[in-house]
């Protein structure tokens, strides 16, 4: 499995951006997907999740801005992030769970000035 994210940028606080990640197969088989972030000196942490039947979760400074969903149609998953933050500044990976195992796409950079 291979996931390439894509849609990272520099942006203002409060404007928004969309990321999409990739996949190079099918997803449904896919139990899992999320979007993890990683700040500088951090370790990374799970920002959005959504299961193959559409469950989401979402970290709690994230709930109400941003939105993850996704399309298995296109094999792409996406991360809407709205009234973003100079706090959400990170590089954001997306991430596949299946069959036991993980999957990561390599990093998009958001940087979001105040």
């Known amino acids: 499995v291979q996931l390439q994210a894509s849609g990272g940028g520099l942006v203002q606080a409060g404007e928004s951006l969309r990321l999409s990640c990739a996949a190079s197969e099918s997803m449904s088989s896919f139990n899992w997907m999320g979007w993890y972030r990683q700040f500088p000196e951090k370790q990374r942490e799970p920002v959005a999740l959504i299961s193959n039947l559409g469950s989401t979760n979402y970290v709690d400074s994230v709930e109400g801005r941003f939105h993850i969903s996704r399309d298995n149609s296109k094999n792409t998953m996406y991360l809407q992030m709205n009234s973003l933050k100079p706090e959400d500044t990170a590089v954001y990976y997306c991430?596949?769970?299946?069959?036991?195992?993980?999957?990561w796409g390599q990093g998009t950079l958001v940087t979001v000035s105040s």
């Open positions: 991430q596949a769970f299946k069959a036991g195992q993980n999957y």
